[in-house]
């Protein structure tokens, strides 16, 4: 990130000797681990698709998309499993406290461009979701969950998570599938691991916010940071790599 990205650089330095975190060990990608995508699609992506789209080319987004790419390559070339959430919403059903966004028939809903190939790739289980929390989302009405339902299928024990935002989606499915396999509802899960380059976060830096009523600063690399953070406080392991076998 450019040195006035997100916060600043003297406040990221401030922050991450505050709230300190050592990232775990490269994951080593091995039989047993599923990747899942978290909201790559054009609504969060892809420069000026919609209202949460970023307006301007924003790096950590790209090289997000480029990491998530690269790795759902190396996934799919095994015939390993991989799981995508997708944020899609009816225009009837507002998401307070966001604006419409990621609205069905839009475009802002569909895979980002370098993912496109994705939708017809038989590794990939697609789950298209009108929630921040993608573990919630996966509940059918009968109670059963498909997250749980394709770890089961393809008995993973690592799920690699990738996507934006990481202090929202990131967080929030993480933080509940933490939760959920801490009491047995998804076996035979054991290790929730995200990597730090292959997710992002938008950015509203607070001097923009100010002009924006009721608006919520959110400086990007400092809540980059602080979303990782939440997901290792809740037992998350962070990786800065990712090691082919
Ligand atoms: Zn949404």
Not at 30 to 45: A, E, I, M, R, S
Not at 72 to 95: G, I, M, S
Not at 99 to 115: D, K, M, R, T
Request: proline share 7%; glycine share 8%.
């Amino acid at each position: 990130m450019g040195s006035e990205a997100g916060g600043g650089a003297a406040a990221i330095d401030l922050l991450r000797s505050a709230a300190p975190f050592l990232p775990d060990a490269d994951l080593l990608l091995t039989p047993g681990t599923g990747l899942v995508l978290v909201d790559l699609v054009n609504g969060f992506c892809t420069v000026g698709a919609g209202n949460l789209a970023p307006v301007t080319p924003n790096k950590q987004i790209e090289k997000m998309v480029e990491e998530s790419t690269r790795l759902a390559k190396v996934f799919c070339q095994r015939n390993w499993p991989v799981f995508a959430f997708l944020d899609t919403h009816h225009p009837d059903r507002p998401e307070p406290p966001f604006p419409p966004h990621c609205i069905i028939g839009s475009g802002e809903e569909n895979f980002v461009p370098a993912l496109e190939w994705l939708e017809n790739d038989p590794n990939v289980t697609m789950r298209r979701k009108d929630c921040i929390d993608g573990y919630l989302a996966s509940f059918e009405k009968d109670g059963s969950n498909v997250f749980s339902e394709w770890v089961a299928k393809f008995q993973i024990k690592t799920v690699l998570v990738v996507g934006i935002c990481t202090d929202f989606c990131v967080l929030d499915f993480v933080s509940s599938t933490l939760a959920a396999r801490n009491i047995g509802r998804v076996p035979p899960l054991e290790d929730v691991v995200i990597y730090s380059e292959g997710c992002a976060t938008f950015d509203l830096p607070v001097e923009v916010a100010r002009s924006i009523k009721g608006a919520l600063a959110h400086p990007q690399d400092l809540m980059h940071h602080m979303g990782l953070y939440m997901a290792k406080s809740r037992g998350a392991k962070i990786v800065d790599g990712i090691l082919e076998e």
